[in-house]
């Protein structure tokens, strides 16, 4: 399927009814930046969508999925329906995998920076690695789940945090009179509170759109 020729095809149909993007967007239920990502090309319609959006524009959807008016066609809007589904699919999961692969290399370079540029600030060897174990764990379910905003949090939440800990943790001294750094701990606290802030949103989210 061609998306250009598609996005192409609905906004001269959308500037046909007299409906501008946020117009449009509203009887969908959308944003009118959605309408805009549809005519661009950068994204398609949901699947829930292709029958109210062709409705709304006057065309069937073997139209709309073909991207042009077709005058005497045979009604494959079911196979097509099908086929667009499956692309839809097939789309998602690339996306997805991609945006996986730069949020893990993202988070090898903070942690490279993290614990061996700057070690002579914190000294420590087991918790950047610790936390680099957690962040992937997390951030491969999240993306997978469709937590969008979590993954982001956890993504720039590791050095965030570091620095957080840079900027506030200080000295002291144990009962034995030894010298104390709570680095350590300022920085895995913060970047949990970070984790789970990302978190609490996206089940914020999840729970509005299902309303």
């Keep these: 399927m061609n998306q250009i020729k598609i996005g192409q095809f609905i906004s001269q149909k959308r500037k046909e009814k007299g409906y501008t993007q946020n117009?449009?967007?509203?009887?969908?239920?959308?944003?009118?930046?959605?309408?805009?990502?549809?005519?661009?090309?950068?994204?398609?319609?949901?699947?829930?969508?292709?029958?109210?959006?062709?409705?709304?524009?006057?065309?069937?959807?073997?139209?709309?999925?073909?991207?042009e008016e077709i005058e005497n066609s045979q009604d494959e809007s079911v196979l097509l329906t099908l086929e667009y589904s499956n692309y839809l699919k097939i789309h998602k999961q690339k996306y997805k995998t991609m945006k996986c692969i730069i949020c893990l290399l993202f988070l090898f370079v903070q942690f490279?920076?993290?614990?061996?540029?700057y070690f002579e600030i914190h000294g420590m060897k087991?918790?950047?690695?610790?936390?680099?174990?957690?962040a992937v764990s997390i951030v491969i379910i999240t993306i997978y789940s469709?937590?969008?905003?979590?993954?982001?949090?956890?993504?720039?939440?590791y050095s965030v945090s570091f620095f957080i800990a840079y900027l506030f943790n200080f000295d002291g001294l144990d009962s034995g009179g030894g010298k104390t750094n709570?680095?350590?701990?300022?920085?895995?606290?913060?970047?949990?509170?970070?984790i789970f802030s990302g978190l609490i949103i996206d089940v914020f989210k999840k729970k509005y759109k299902s309303k």
């Design 126 to 134: 087991e918790l950047p690695l610790g936390l680099l174990e957690l």
């Design 182 to 194: 709570n680095f350590w701990l300022i920085w895995l606290f913060s970047y949990l509170i970070i």
């Design 23 to 67: 117009q449009l967007g509203e009887l969908l239920g959308v944003t009118g930046k959605t309408i805009s990502r549809w005519e661009t090309g950068k994204y398609m319609p949901d699947l829930s969508l292709l029958i109210p959006l062709s409705e709304l524009l006057s065309i069937s959807v073997h139209e709309l999925l073909v991207g």
């Design 112 to 117: 490279y920076i993290c614990r061996y540029v």
């Design 146 to 157: 469709n937590y969008n905003t979590s993954s982001i949090c956890i993504s720039f939440g």
